[in-house]
Each structure stands twice: as structure tokens, then as C-alpha cells.
């Protein structure tokens, strides 16, 4: 593949730039390795982007060297790029206000990658026609492994979350993070921005009441070595987490990865549960969208 050529997506003209650039160096996986994933995983991943601001991560030099979150979409995007201007008070920018990209097609996405935004991240809401933010529809809980414990003492906690949230009618679906850890999402109904922190804090704090050998609840570095720290915080409305598909900025192109519950009850290494780029187009193309259940309006919570 050449280092730079102008292409046409889906109607869309588009000049993809340093096409032979190594992005990953210890697996050689280039920047048009990176867009060439983007454009295949497209038709599962788009639809978990729609209406939801992303936030990007970029490695323009790859992921040895620091990369940087980017928001503002505005300053490198083509006039066909859908933007939502969300209030950002706090931020580290300064801006009160930043313009959001919205990823919901496939030359969105090939513009993405070719940016280097190797990694997604989303909110649990979405926007409305007119950018206002809705409430959330998305549950989610963030499995983090304290050093020794793994992917696999999370998979533990993942079943037992699960079984919890069965009995509240939700249905669960799980993935890695593409990283260290894993999360469990479900798809609901809220009226309120703040209904899905508190529902998840309290099921965080129960498990932890039930497993305190393995979970803890409480953020503080020094509870969770060996334990698995369930991240109920992601689900505050100004928090993102990686989008399922998303590739990971690790030393090989690991993605966050939509899991099989079999997968999760019979994992005893984290090589069971670690897939690259090309394993995840493997595994679309015999399991499809393990991630569509979130794709339909979830239940209301429970009280």
C-alpha cells in the first residue's frame, strides 16, 4: 500500500496520508492496517456510535510515543463530518464548549483512522436532533484488575454481576477492554442523568459486601491490590469508556473485544480472552454482533 492516495467512500472523497507508518511497532500493524480494520469492523461498529460523541485517543507516532485524548473535532474534520457542540465546564482546555464528532458511517470512521484515533470512547447517552443530551440508555460496569489479579479473576466477578443483574431483568452483555480488564453493559430506560450511577454503586457495593476477598467498590488505590475494583463511576454522564471494537493502544492492535458468555465462564489465562484486530474480524464474521442486545430499548430500572 502506498504511503498516500485519494480515495472515495461511499460518496465521500478522502486523502489517506502515511499509509506505511508503523503504528505498533513490536507487531509492525500500520496506520493503513488501522484503516483497513476501521472499514471492515464498520458494519458492527457504526451502530453503537450513533448519536454518541466520541472522543478520541491518537498515536500520530504510535503507541510507543504518548498519545492524546482529542475532542474538538472542528479544527481536522471535512464539512460532512457530523459535529454536536457539547458544554465541557471544567475542562482542561479552558473551552465551555467543544464540537464533538459523530461516528455513525463508514467514511466517518475511515477519517477517524486516518487521524491515528486508534481508540473510541463513548458515553452511555446519545443526542438528540438538536445535540441536547439524553438520558442514559446504557448501564455499564467497569471490571478493573488489581495487580496480581487479572482478566480472569474479573471474568469471576462478571458472572456473579450477572446473575444479579438477571433477577433485575437486564440483559448483559460482556467484553475486554482490550487492555487489563473487562466491562459488562446492559441496555435500559432512565429518566434521570443520574439513575444508572446510583443503581450501579449500590450492586458495586453489594458484591463487595458478598465477595470482599476478591471485589471492592471504593476507588482508593490501596484497597485493590489482588481485587477486582468494580467502576461503577463510568456511568456518571461526563465519564466515557472505550466503544466495543475499538482497538486498544497496547504494544500489539488488542481491541476491546464483545465476549461470549462461555467464553467468560471458561477463562483461566488472559490469552483466553486477548484478541487482535484480526482475530476480531474472525470473530464477526462467526458471531456476528455479540453487542446488539444493546442495540434494542432496555428495561426500566429497578428500584
Not at 476491546?256 to 465462564?265: G, K, Q, R, Y
Not at 471458561?266 to 484486530?277: E, G
Request: aromatic fraction near 6%; glycine fraction near 6%.
Amino acid at each position: 500500500m502506498s504511503g498516500e492516495v485519494l480515495v472515495e467512500v461511499e460518496g465521500r472523497r478522502l486523502r489517506l496520508t502515511n499509509l506505511d507508518k508503523v503504528l505498533y511497532p513490536e507487531d509492525g500493524f500500520t496506520k493503513g492496517d488501522v484503516i483497513d480494520y476501521y472499514s471492515r469492523v464498520a458494519p458492527v461498529l457504526a451502530p453503537h456510535l450513533i448519536d454518541r460523541p466520541v472522543t478520541f485517543r491518537r498515536f500520530p507516532d504510535g503507541v510507543a510515543k504518548a498519545g492524546f485524548f482529542e475532542k474538538n473535532a472542528s479544527r481536522h474534520s471535512p464539512d460532512w463530518i457530523r459535529t454536536v457542540t457539547i458544554e465541557t465546564p471544567g475542562s482542561t482546555t479552558g473551552a465551555e464548549s467543544l464540537d464533538f464528532a459523530l461516528l455513525s458511517d463508514l467514511p466517518s470512521l475511515v477519517w477517524a483512522a486516518n487521524l491515528a484515533g486508534l481508540e473510541l470512547h463513548v458515553p452511555q447517552w446519545t443526542v438528540g436532533p438538536r445535540g441536547a443530551k439524553r438520558s442514559p440508555d446504557r448501564l455499564v460496569f467497569d471490571l478493573d484488575p488489581g495487580s496480581p489479579a487479572t482478566v480472569v479473576e474479573c471474568c469471576e466477578v462478571a458472572l456473579r454481576l450477572r446473575e444479579v443483574l438477571v433477577e433485575d431483568g437486564l440483559d448483559v452483555v460482556a467484553k475486554t477492554s482490550g487492555s487489563k480488564g473487562m466491562q459488562l453493559y446492559a441496555a435500559v430506560t432512565t429518566s434521570t442523568p443520574n439513575r444508572t450511577s446510583d443503581y450501579a454503586k449500590a450492586l458495586a457495593e453489594r458484591l463487595e459486601r458478598e465477595m470482599p476477598r476478591l471485589v471492592v467498590s471504593r476507588m482508593a488505590k490501596n484497597l485493590r491490590r489482588g481485587k477486582i475494583f468494580i467502576d461503577w463511576s463510568q456511568n456518571n454522564p461526563n465519564k466515557t469508556t472505550v466503544a466495543p471494537y475499538s482497538l486498544r493502544a497496547r504494544p500489539e492492535p488488542t481491541v476491546s473485544t464483545p465476549l461470549t458468555w462461555a467464553e467468560v465462564e471458561s477463562c483461566r489465562s488472559v490469552a483466553d480472552v486477548t484478541f487482535t484486530a484480526d482475530d476480531v474480524l474472525d470473530r464477526v464474521s462467526t458471531h456476528g454482533d455479540l453487542f446488539a442486545p444493546l442495540l434494542k430499548k432496555g428495561p426500566k430500572l429497578p428500584a
